[in-house]
């Protein structure tokens, strides 16, 4: 794990903060947890032990490296050099499982005997529940009733890893939720239990964690983009944002070339002014969700706005504070995608190329439409994760 933007612009700094965005709002209870991962976790990862176990891990329990696959069809459909990362060939079949194992093992240095941890899509808690498995720990997982209906692939998973997985009522029953109610669990056991966050929200230390943990990510895009070409730099890098942890993996060793374009799709759901909507940064406006300085979507008196997406892992309120400071800083372009763009884009990729895309991914595959890259760029879109989950939706949608 390279940490080459220790300096950077584009880095965390002491307190937390990305640019205007970050820090940890937290309650006095969770102060101790936060602050105990705070004061360990860069001494945690930098030591050869953990790092020797975690490439090991990735290597040969997750699979890593994923392949750089050219889409020969799809280039030539949009005509341009399009490069798939595949991120669905991970174990679990996303890149939740990459920050999932980093923080296993920094929970287990950390002497912790219990995890929890919220979901959205499913993929977070099925990588969530594998790593426990792994290391054999106490599994609990918080997912919004809504979710849970449309992923129920996903719940059968984690039950079948012998996870504990609870149903979040309140609120729109989805994944921000499913988060308060993680984080609740988390303030009512704080001594022996890890909260495992799936995205890079939540207070400092999390986002940058996360991001480290998914920066394998671009760290292998460069190397694979240099085996190809001799140049590890791509034209454009395409990622699908709700939190925002695969495109903060996708993005990190880019963020010091500004020649290499970053761009964010979120979700529109039914259209940005539809009133069905997750397209964070078109809606949203500075505020704290979760336990760090944000862009977020609120109401005139600063009540969270229910999202909405098709797509269960990008129905979320806000973005990462990363995230926030690209969009603010103009470091990265972030554009919003609707649900039916989703679903054709994925219908397109399963069959030109053979490969279903989780309907997050298909936001990102959505944007090719739109691009107008030129024919010698080279497009590399980060497909985050497969779509066995989807089927249902994609079906139903679709009327397959």
């Given at each position: 794990?390279?940490?080459?933007?220790?300096?950077?612009?584009f880095?965390?700094?002491?307190?937390?903060?990305y640019?205007?965005?970050?820090g940890?709002?937290?309650?006095e209870?969770?102060?101790p947890?936060?602050?105990?991962?705070?004061?360990?976790?860069?001494s945690i990862?930098s030591?050869?032990?953990?790092q020797?176990?975690?490439?090991n891990?990735?290597s040969?329990?997750?699979g890593?490296?994923?392949?750089?696959?050219?889409?020969?069809?799809?280039?030539?459909?949009?005509?341009?050099?399009?490069?798939?990362k595949?991120?669905?060939?991970?174990?679990?079949?996303a890149?939740?499982v990459?920050?999932?194992i980093?923080?296993?093992?920094?929970?287990r240095?950390?002497?912790?005997k219990?995890?929890?941890?919220?979901?959205?899509?499913?993929?977070?808690?099925?990588?969530?529940?594998?790593?426990?498995?792994l290391?054999?720990?106490?599994?609990?997982?918080?997912?919004?009733?809504?979710?849970?209906?449309?992923?129920?692939p996903?719940?059968?998973?984690?039950h079948?890893?012998?996870?504990?997985?609870?149903?979040?009522?309140c609120?729109?029953?989805?994944?921000?939720?499913?988060?308060?109610?993680?984080?609740?669990?988390w303030?009512?056991?704080p001594?022996?239990?890890?909260?495992i966050?799936g995205s890079?929200?939540?207070?400092?230390?999390?986002?940058?964690?996360?991001?480290?943990?998914?920066?394998?990510?671009?760290?292998e895009i460069?190397?694979?983009l240099?085996?190809?070409f001799?140049n590890?730099?791509?034209?454009y890098?395409?990622?699908?944002?709700?939190?925002?942890?695969?495109?903060?993996?996708?993005?990190?060793?880019?963020l010091?070339?500004?020649?290499?374009?970053?761009?964010?799709?979120?979700?529109a759901?039914?259209?940005?002014?539809?009133?069905?909507?997750?397209?964070?940064?078109?809606?949203g406006?500075?505020?704290?969700?979760h336990?760090?300085?944000t862009?977020?979507?609120?109401?005139?008196?600063?009540?969270?706005?229910e999202p909405y997406?098709?797509?269960?892992?990008l129905?979320?309120?806000?973005?990462?504070?990363?995230h926030?400071?690209?969009?603010?800083?103009?470091?990265?372009?972030?554009y919003?995608?609707?649900?039916?763009e989703?679903l054709?884009?994925?219908?397109?990729?399963?069959?030109?190329?053979?490969?279903?895309p989780?309907?997050?991914?298909?936001?990102?595959?959505?944007?090719?439409?739109?691009?107008?890259?030129?024919p010698?760029?080279i497009v590399?879109?980060?497909?985050?994760?497969?779509?066995?989950?989807?089927?249902?939706?994609?079906?139903?949608?679709?009327?397959?």
């Amino acid at each position: 794990m390279d940490h080459t933007l220790e300096k950077s612009a584009f880095a965390v700094d002491e307190k937390g903060y990305y640019g205007l965005f970050g820090g940890a709002y937290i309650p006095e209870m969770l102060y101790p947890n936060v602050e105990e991962l705070r004061q360990n976790y860069l001494s945690i990862i930098s030591q050869p032990d953990f790092q020797q176990e975690f490439q090991n891990l990735l290597s040969e329990y997750v699979g890593r490296p994923t392949p750089l696959y050219f889409a020969k069809r799809l280039s030539e459909k949009y005509q341009t050099q399009i490069y798939l990362k595949r991120e669905d060939l991970c174990h679990t079949g996303a890149h939740k499982v990459n920050n999932t194992i980093g923080q296993i093992l920094i929970a287990r240095k950390l002497g912790k005997k219990r995890i929890v941890a919220e979901t959205g899509a499913g993929q977070h808690g099925v990588a969530t529940a594998t790593v426990c498995a792994l290391m054999g720990l106490e599994c609990i997982v918080y997912m919004g009733k809504l979710d849970m209906e449309r992923q129920k692939p996903n719940v059968e998973r984690m039950h079948m890893l012998g996870a504990k997985v609870i149903a979040a009522t309140c609120g729109s029953q989805t994944l921000k939720d499913a988060t308060n109610e993680a984080m609740r669990h988390w303030i009512n056991n704080p001594t022996d239990t890890h909260y495992i966050i799936g995205s890079v929200v939540g207070p400092h230390p999390y986002p940058d964690m996360v991001t480290r943990f998914q920066s394998v990510i671009s760290e292998e895009i460069r190397k694979q983009l240099t085996e190809k070409f001799g140049n590890p730099n791509p034209d454009y890098v395409l990622a699908c944002v709700g939190g925002g942890s695969n495109a903060a993996g996708a993005f990190y060793h880019f963020l010091d070339e500004p020649e290499v374009k970053l761009i964010a799709l979120e979700a529109a759901g039914q259209g940005v002014s539809s009133g069905h909507s997750a397209a964070t940064t078109a809606l949203g406006k500075p505020g704290v969700l979760h336990g760090s300085k944000t862009i977020l979507m609120q109401t005139d008196d600063g009540q969270v706005t229910e999202p909405y997406s098709i797509s269960a892992g990008l129905d979320y309120p806000g973005i990462g504070p990363i995230h926030a400071h690209l969009f603010e800083s103009g470091r990265a372009q972030f554009y919003s995608v609707t649900d039916e763009e989703a679903l054709q884009a994925g219908l397109l990729l399963s069959r030109m190329e053979g490969i279903i895309p989780a309907l997050e991914s298909a936001h990102a595959l959505a944007y090719l439409e739109k691009l107008h890259a030129k024919p010698n760029d080279i497009v590399v879109v980060n497909l985050s994760g497969r779509g066995d989950k989807d089927l249902a939706t994609y079906s139903k949608a679709l009327s397959l």
